[in-house]
């Protein structure tokens, strides 16, 4: 409906008439032009890309933290970011990438696939053939107890990101001293091999209890202190291990289905030592379906 002021085409004239002649006041007075159309206009074209964006966009919210994270990893060197590569790939067309999720669930498979490792005061010593093994400080004479675990076949391919992992273990005997700091490490071996002697397993746990270097342990370590009473035949779940579990993956060597070793312990020597201050689990040579368990939760 026109709404124009003033005589049409005069110097007094402002307003548009209908939608198709404006009539403009400026320095050189008032001229008459068709109806700008605005730069947002939405055509058909404009609102079919704009709804894929926007849903591209909704797609790209409701990815967990972690799906998220294999996308930055995939953008990696593509000079742009994960959202970015996210919404290229969603608007070509092609199927959002769905990262495949790996669970890996497993006791101890084997007598020397589990060890113990005391502290004499003078002497490290092993034992490959033990019923119960644990971690914390014992005697004088047994001490800086610690625990090495190895896992087989743990299909899961190189660079997952690790939602979920953790290890667990079946109390032996009732243990209630307090205090009781342990910790886990990994091996960083792409394929851990099987416990052997006293010096391997120096090689591959580190300084804390004898070895050379630190270069075959995990710089991650998860801190497990202030263990309450543990109680016999009772189960007891670690703390998360995914960023030990993760720097394990990450190796380039890394393949799905390779063997995966752990230590437990407190070869550190932080918490108490006195009678009671350790916690003890079922070995493989005691109770094989007792052994611990490690389970992993991951993604690619």
């Not at 006791?107 to 119960?132: Q, T």
Request: charged residues 15%; hydrophobic residues 40%.
């Amino acid at each position: 409906m026109p709404k124009v002021t003033g005589p049409l085409f005069s110097l007094t004239a402002a307003g548009k008439l209908g939608d198709s002649i404006c009539f403009q006041g400026g320095p050189s007075g008032t001229r008459a032009q068709l109806n700008p159309t605005h730069p947002d206009m939405q055509t058909s074209t404009q609102l079919v890309m704009r709804t894929s964006f926007l849903e591209a966009v909704a797609s790209w919210n409701g990815l967990s933290g972690a799906s998220k994270v294999v996308w930055e990893a995939s953008a990696a060197g593509m000079a742009m970011t994960g959202y970015n590569l996210y919404l290229k790939t969603f608007l070509s067309g092609a199927m959002p990438y769905t990262p495949t999720e790996y669970v890996y669930s497993d006791n101890i498979a084997a007598s020397l696939d589990d060890c113990m490792v005391v502290y004499s005061g003078a002497v490290w010593s092993i034992n490959l053939s033990v019923l119960v093994m644990g971690a914390g400080r014992y005697l004088s004479t047994v001490q800086r107890l610690g625990v090495g675990m190895r896992f087989l076949n743990v299909a899961i391919p190189q660079g997952a990101t690790v939602l979920e992992s953790h290890i667990t273990m079946t109390c032996w005997e009732t243990e209630s001293g307090v205090t009781v700091n342990t910790k886990v490490v990994g091996n960083l071996q792409p394929n851990a091999a099987a416990f052997g002697t006293i010096a391997n397993y120096q090689s591959r746990r580190g300084t804390s209890c004898g070895g050379a270097n630190n270069d075959l342990r995990t710089v991650s370590e998860v801190l497990w202190d202030g263990l309450p009473t543990w109680t016999g035949e009772v189960t007891y779940q670690s703390p998360s291990l995914n960023s030990v579990i993760e720097e394990i993956l990450a190796q380039g060597s890394w393949g799905s289905g390779n063997a995966l070793a752990l230590f437990w312990d407190d070869h550190d020597a932080r918490g108490t030592q006195s009678d009671g201050r350790r916690r003890l689990m079922y070995g493989w040579d005691d109770t094989p379906a007792k052994s611990a368990v490690l389970y992993i939760k991951a993604e690619k």
